[in-house]
């Protein structure tokens, strides 16, 4: 029997995607590569650039010498107090980033596995919304809530709580609110990415070979999430560090720390651009700003990957 | 427990372990009423159809696992590991990421994961099905063993009949959430109680008919495909009973001109299947019915029938089991 019967197989559909080769994936590729080289990459390298140069007579001169490096790194310590500076920054991101992964990670928690499939998505957009806002705006915004006869001082005062309003405003918490602002929907996004990709026959897994809710989270769902905590942790490191909007106007420039009263890094990098005309200087004080930054890319990257 | 996909045995298994709700029945493991026994105080543990290794731990701390959720002594728990991985043949694979195993031995690790805690029952959902055809042979025979020499009872779940055959002592075959018989694989298989189990096991010809002649141990029926004989089972039947006889497409034999055998039917053969040694060949009766039948013969040896011949089908009543309900 088995005749062969004249079976027409339809044309494969992956026969009319785009191949390896295909032109049509440079040509879609073209705009965002063209983009980026213009107005992020040539800049960027602009400024680097210019971090090399010197300045004469009051005027950058274009070459090669590494004076403003060696200028910079000869009072790193002294004068300037640039490696006081960065150590302040990188205390503010990283207890920033702390607390906003000990903020975040529970709220993901409790949308991927609390909420219904239906709100999850809803609750999300509310999460994010404060994106849609200007940054600037919101800043000033939480200044009339940090106020020292702001609305929580007001509050906390009237309950009888406190007697004399907390000192918010001016100090490095009012820096680390208004960061965590911004932070937050962005952690809340990865982290809720991640946990819901999270295979969950691996935590009936557990629980059947005798692991208690708790026993569950600790041994399998945080050890799992690890790559999304250290996607967001660096995400968190790198704002942190370049924003110098939140230092300014919620935490006043300086702010008291374990380390003393030091600006942030970012702080001086606008100062010095703003009040010198030492462009080649700033420059390549941002350049080093930067450095740090790829960095903590790196790290976190390659850690996370190790994690996969 | 085996059944169609869909009909709820993996849910059994799973209410049976815990992970599942369930509105009303109890479970018991070993006389001991676990029906209201939160999932890690129950000891039920799993060997899951996509193995769920946990991928962050090595092979020997997925192993570990069940013990060291609970107080035990390092050295202790060491051993244990050690005395479960030579029984599963791991031993060398200890330090190996889950990644970097094969199917086959995931699937050992799984068992070994779920057999440390020293459970009462081992509970498996369709383990096979991420396996080799090949390496699925070797593992039925390799956990027919185990079972027989840990002395406890495995709960099996597979859609695929041989596997439940070759391996269970007893089975249950499930359809649309109910259980539609339990017995030994002989018992399913030769004397199947419903037609379901009589369509879902083995090759299978089934003829709806009527009641029309009550006899000593046998009645005769008629059917749209002819009038046929088949012996009653445990309840009399009586004229004019819907009826269903079964009959195994291995027991059909083509009639030769002088048999007298007792049911015959006349069929056109319509096409065939060559399964390795044997044949399955696909008859139609005049009213349209498709008949099959099986035949032990290789390509070499075939009976070369032409097909569309006319062909003269016959079986004994004797291998003719009798179903006294008939399902639309």
């Known amino acids: ?308 | 427990m085996m059944g169609p996909s869909g009909c709820g045995k993996t849910t059994l298994l799973r209410i049976i372990a815990g992970l599942e709700g369930m509105t009303s029945g109890t479970i018991r493991l070993q006389e001991k009423d676990i029906t209201y026994l939160p999932v890690h105080q129950r000891n039920t543990p799993m060997v899951w159809q996509s193995f769920a290794l946990f991928p962050h731990l090595n092979v020997q701390q997925n192993i570990a696992f069940g013990l060291t959720l609970t107080a035990h002594r390092k050295a202790e728990v060491k051993r244990r590991v050690r005395e479960i991985a030579a029984m599963m043949h791991l031993e060398s694979l200890l330090d190996r990421r889950i990644s970097q195993l094969s199917g086959g031995q995931k699937q050992r690790v799984a068992i070994a994961r779920a057999l440390i805690t020293e459970p009462k029952i081992l509970l498996l959902d369709e383990p096979m099905s991420a396996l080799d055809p090949h390496l699925r042979v070797r593992m039925q025979a390799e956990l027919k063993r185990l079972q027989q020499s840990l002395g406890i009872s495995f709960i099996y779940v597979t859609h695929n009949q041989n596997e439940a055959f070759s391996m269970a002592d007893r089975v249950v075959v499930m359809n649309r959430g109910s259980i539609e018989q339990v017995g030994t694989p002989a018992d399913i298989y030769s004397r199947p109680t419903t037609h379901f189990v009589a369509e879902f096991v083995g090759s299978n010809n089934l003829f709806d008919g009527e009641v029309i002649e009550v006899g000593q141990d046998t009645v005769t029926v008629r059917c749209p495909q002819g009038t046929m004989q088949a012996l009653w089972r445990e309840q009399p039947h009586q004229m004019g009973d819907r009826v269903t006889i079964v009959v195994p497409a291995e027991r059909v034999f083509l009639a030769i001109a002088d048999n007298s055998a007792e049911n015959k039917i006349d069929a056109t053969l319509r096409g065939f299947e060559f399964m390795g040694s044997q044949v399955i060949y696909f008859l139609e009766t005049d009213t349209g019915y498709e008949v099959r039948m099986i035949r032990q013969e290789s390509l070499d040896h075939s009976l070369a029938i032409p097909i569309n011949s006319r062909l003269q089908l016959t079986w004994k009543t004797r291998d003719t089991v009798l179903l006294g309900e008939r399902i639309q």
């Open chain 1, 1 to 308: 029997m088995t005749q062969k019967l004249p079976i027409s197989t339809p044309r494969s559909p992956a026969r009319w995607l785009p191949q390896e080769t295909s032109l049509l994936k440079y040509l879609c590729l073209a705009p965002a590569i063209i983009y980026d080289s213009i107005f992020f990459l040539l800049p960027l390298i602009f400024l680097v650039w210019i971090g090399f140069w010197s300045v004469e007579n009051y005027r950058a001169v274009p070459g090669f010498s590494l004076s403003n490096y060696l200028d910079i790194f000869s009072q790193f310590f002294t004068r300037s107090r640039y490696g006081f500076a960065i150590a302040q920054s990188l205390w503010v991101a990283f207890t920033t980033t702390a607390l906003g992964i000990l903020l975040c990670y529970p709220f993901a928690m409790a949308l991927v596995f609390l909420v219904p499939e239906r709100l999850q998505r809803l609750l999300l957009v509310l999460a994010i919304m404060p994106f849609w806002t200007s940054y600037i705006l919101r800043l000033y915004a939480w200044q009339t809530i940090l106020n020292n006869n702001g609305l929580l001082n007001t509050l906390l005062v009237r309950l009888n709580w406190i007697k004399d309003p907390l000192q918010i405003m001016f100090t490095q918490w009012g820096t680390r609110i208004g960061l965590l602002h911004y932070l937050a929907p962005i952690m809340i996004l990865i982290l809720y990415l991640v946990l819901r990709n999270t295979d969950r026959t691996l935590m009936g897994a557990a629980r059947n070979l005798g692991a208690t809710q708790w026993q569950t989270f600790w041994r399998v769902v945080l050890p799992l999430s690890k790559p999304g905590i250290l996607y967001s942790a660096v995400f968190g490191l790198i704002i942190s560090l370049g924003d110098v909007l939140s230092g300014t106007i919620l935490g006043g420039g300086t702010g008291q720390s374990i380390l003393g009263k030091f600006p942030l890094f970012s702080a001086i990098i606008l100062n010095e651009y703003a009040a010198s005309t030492n462009l080649p200087r700033t420059s390549a004080l941002a350049t080093l700003l930067i450095g740090i930054m790829i960095v903590i890319l790196m790290t976190g990257f390659k850690l996370a990957e190790s994690e996969q």
